[in-house]
């Protein structure tokens, strides 16, 4: 009995494998025939080498939003609508991993009802800048665009206290090189430079001009001034703001450093950036208010 249903099972399994063999022939064959028949009844598309020509695509005018005109924009910042403590949202600070928390700060901070920023650098790091470029710890920007008109204002009120006060400058920049800047320095004399670099320096011709000023700052009370530059009429200038009063702290060329591969032919490049910087290897407080970047008069 046992050896009659072995050979009724081997007989079963034989079969079995025979029809699977048999059926997966069949089911091949068809199959073969089908993607014959389809690819002889498929004709190549018109537009496989030319997907862009006419009646390959549908036009959209979604396909222009991007302007080749570029977009310009201002700066008004008088930090009353940024969070207390907290730096200001349209601001970058140069910080990198060697410097310790709190090596540098810049925080929106009240007093009297009035929002302002509270800069603070210990002077301790630096950025590793090549060619012996001037190095300050703290780097405080905000950007703006006025490539079209070429020409703008800025305005800035800033502050040294009596107590761990610092060097401080601020300026308009083109990237990373000054166009024209003010510093407050440690005794307290008021200096602009024109061109030249707040943190890089290529050696040839642009490391950028100081010219001393009459004005001697006091600890503790607020300095506006004003920088205007137009590169249409190639010049820079720099004010202070006494009261209603513009007090003419210089006015020269655009320096050699803002001209394109600073050579003296070479195109004018205009500000971009308004820039805050104290130096390396001192530390100390500085306040900042009121940084507004606009359009001259009629443009």
């Known amino acids: 009995m046992k050896k009659t249903l072995i050979i009724l099972m081997i007989f079963l399994t034989f079969s ?5 063999e048999a059926t997966i022939a069949v089911f091949t064959q068809a199959s073969i025939q089908n993607l014959l028949d389809v690819s002889t009844a498929v004709q190549e598309s018109p537009c496989k080498n030319t997907p862009l020509a006419e009646g390959c695509y549908i036009p959209s005018d979604d396909l222009e939003f991007i302007s080749s005109t570029p977009e310009e924009y201002t700066i008004l910042e008088t930090f009353e609508t940024d969070r207390l403590n907290q730096i200001p949202r349209n601001w970058l600070l140069y910080s990198n991993p060697e410097y310790v928390a709190n090596g540098v700060f810049a925080k929106v901070i009240e007093d009297d009802a009035n929002q302002f920023v509270e800069l603070y650098s210990d002077g301790l790091q630096k950025p590793l800048y090549p060619q012996s470029a001037p190095t300050p710890t703290f780097i405080f920007t905000s950007k703006f665009n006025l490539d079209i008109a070429r020409s703008g204002i800025a305005y800035v009120d800033v502050m040294v206290p009596s107590e761990n006060k610092n060097a401080v400058s601020v300026g308009v920049s083109t990237g990373a090189v000054n166009a024209i800047s003010v510093t407050i320095d440690n005794d307290l004399s008021v200096v602009v430079k024109v061109g030249g670099p707040f943190y890089y320096y ?3 011709g642009d490391g950028g001009e100081y010219f001393e000023t009459d004005l001697v700052a006091t600890t503790d009370t607020w300095y506006s001034f004003k920088f205007e530059w137009n590169a249409s009429e190639n010049y820079v200038k720099a004010y202070w703001l006494d ?10 060329t655009f320096h050699i450093s803002n001209r394109f591969n600073a050579s003296a032919t070479g195109a004018i490049l205009v500000p971009n950036v308004f820039k805050v910087t104290m130096p390396y290897g001192q530390s100390g407080y500085a306040y900042l208010d009121n940084v507004i970047v606009e359009r001259m008069d009629g443009e």
């Open 243 to 252: 009261g209603e009063t513009e007090v003419l702290l210089h006015s020269d």
């Open 16 to 20: 079995l494998v025979a029809f699977d």
């Open 202 to 204: 290529s050696q040839n």
